[in-house]
């Protein structure tokens, strides 16, 4: 089985950005607010937007399955205050919950949180218990920044965050750390602001001590761990300045890296780099990268070509990859699986 | 010829920590602002400062020179105002200075600039101008973010930078794009802020014209150009998405990556992907990681190991990234080197 843990509604019908436009609107005029039961989407639209898109590349490529969330830019958590994000996230999650109730062998969700800057993230635990218990969620993306390129928020290894963290113990569910639209001019979203925040949510990991804190918690780096893996040395010899102990113990039992790397030399450097059961299949398909690549005649997204291409990994390697690591990081989806004799 | 092009002065004696710290007191108490003029070194102990570090490990590397600019985590422009940074750049520019005027054969100096959060760049010129003209500095470091982490300047393709750049194409000269400590507890310094402004500067000048404008431009982007050669198809494909042209016509006239990457799999991955004229080597020695690699035997830094143990580099090409490309990117180097016979 091949499951691809990085995949984002980006397709939603166009009701959806409408209905957040007037949201947006409606901070500044309240009479102007729309309800979230305005909202109206057909399980036929859905149908349509998945099948003509994810779905329909899973197949070309031989994805199985894919953990799916709601559009990482989309998120926005700088947007309004709390109330603003917890309606957006509502409406988001449930989205992405009638997808793999319409397509249950393709998609499992993944809930985005009511995040909101300076907002205590406790207020995010309603929303997250409703997507794991009443969704199936088994995993959750938290960004790291809600302020969206001004980072504002403490670093992850800060208390403020640990009672999301007591939660995801509980649930036994995984993050990915992922963060959403830059409002700050100097980051591009794709190309600069998700990377950065990769590397930093590496790095504040690697300066703490929080596993020792929670030593089951679990953070998948999307993008391929931003610059990490190419610096791989310099972070080993950061730690080691630091008196941490050795990457391998101080973070790869908690942290894992996808393969959101757009060519075969980065997925080549990862492989020889990271120990494989730290690395788990993903493409971000449908995301900020949909172009043919002129030097290969192939998507840039389709990462299984450059696994199945790379000369590092044996069979079984592949199979940690596509599979067995997924399994193991993300216990609930491993859980629906074999409910299902999968 | 063995050229680094990315050493700063980390090794400057005590007293100009000292006065340093009795400028920061003298921003609150005007009264006990130091003058420049009451910090005493003594070529001497430059000397020794030199000879004992720096020297010492270009000798065992077999490294002849080094392009020598102060430390970068000291410039901290966030602190003070203009002419705290321009008392403190003066200061440090004319220890590097003398540092090359004592090993005429082993040092040339590169400029830090008296940047200043919300001040004009402009306000920097005297300044350059005196380290060009009077110094005999082949390049400066320009800090895109002189806040310090909390990136309020405009990027680098705005106007906002324009005169530095009239300067640097009169000149002849290159930037460095490199920041200074982060002020924000989010951005590990040398873990994540500085590979963090690699990425977003390069990407600032991939969503631009500014070459256009500028078509002689030369910046370096360092510590391996951060999380760029690692995402390559990344940025060939938000490249392509943005109708801008191939990366190699669109930036790669005018942006160089230095070799700062700190283990053996990284070097391959730069120099697989990135064109070897564009790659310069450095080593940031003596500088964030200072340890021995555990995996190797040998210092993380020592970067010329790996360019050596590089299998996708000819003769001709370590030529090029030693001392050939270093030429072309600094043509004042070069004009020094060639007016002594080198």
């Known amino acids: 089985m091949i499951i691809d843990c990085h995949g984002h509604y980006t397709t939603a019908p166009k009701a959806l950005e409408t209905w957040r436009q007037a949201q947006i609107a409606g901070i500044r005029d309240r009479a102007a607010m729309p309800r979230a039961g305005d909202l109206h989407i057909s399980d ?12 329909r590349l899973m197949k070309q490529r031989g994805i199985d399955l894919t953990i799916f969330s709601p559009r990482a830019s989309f998120m926005a958590h700088h947007i309004g205050d709390f109330e603003v994000s917890s309606t957006w996230a509502a409406i988001c999650n449930e989205l992405c919950f009638r997808v793999a109730g319409l397509f249950p062998d393709r998609f499992v969700p993944a809930a985005m949180l009511p995040q909101s800057p300076g907002v205590d993230p406790a207020t995010c635990i309603p929303e997250l218990q409703r997507c794991v218990q009443q969704y199936g969620n088994v995993a959750i993306n938290l960004n790291p920044d809600p ?18 963290y007591e939660k995801m113990v509980e649930y036994q569910i995984p993050a990915m750390i992922h963060v959403s639209t830059s409002c700050n001019a100097c980051f591009h979203t794709t190309g600069a602001h998700y990377l950065n925040a990769d590397t930093t949510a590496f790095m504040q990991c690697l300066t703490s001590d929080l596993f020792k804190d929670f030593p089951t918690l679990r ?46 030399p980065g997925i080549d450097l990862l492989s020889r780099v990271i120990p494989v059961d730290n690395i788990l299949f993903a493409s971000e398909m449908i995301g900020a990268v949909r172009g ?30 596509y599979e067995g690591n997924a399994r193991r990081v993300y216990p609930r989806l491993d859980a629906a699986l074999q409910a299902r004799g999968a």
């Open 292 to 321: 043919i690549d002129p030097e290969t005649g192939h998507p840039y997204d389709d990462t299984r070509r450059y696994i199945e291409a790379s000369s590092m990994l044996s069979g079984s390697d592949r199979w940690k990859v």
């Open 219 to 264: 953070f998948v780096i999307p993008h391929g761990g931003g610059a990490v893996p190419y610096h791989w040395g310099r972070f080993r010899g950061l730690a080691q300045e630091l008196g941490k102990p050795l990457l391998k113990d101080h973070l790869l039992n908690n942290i894992f890296f996808d393969t959101c790397v757009y060519h075969q």
């Open 44 to 55: 036929d639209e859905l149908r349509e937007s998945i099948e003509s898109n994810q779905l």
């Open 147 to 164: 302020s969206g390129g001004h980072w504002t928020s403490p670093p992850l290894s800060d208390r403020h965050w640990y009672p999301i």
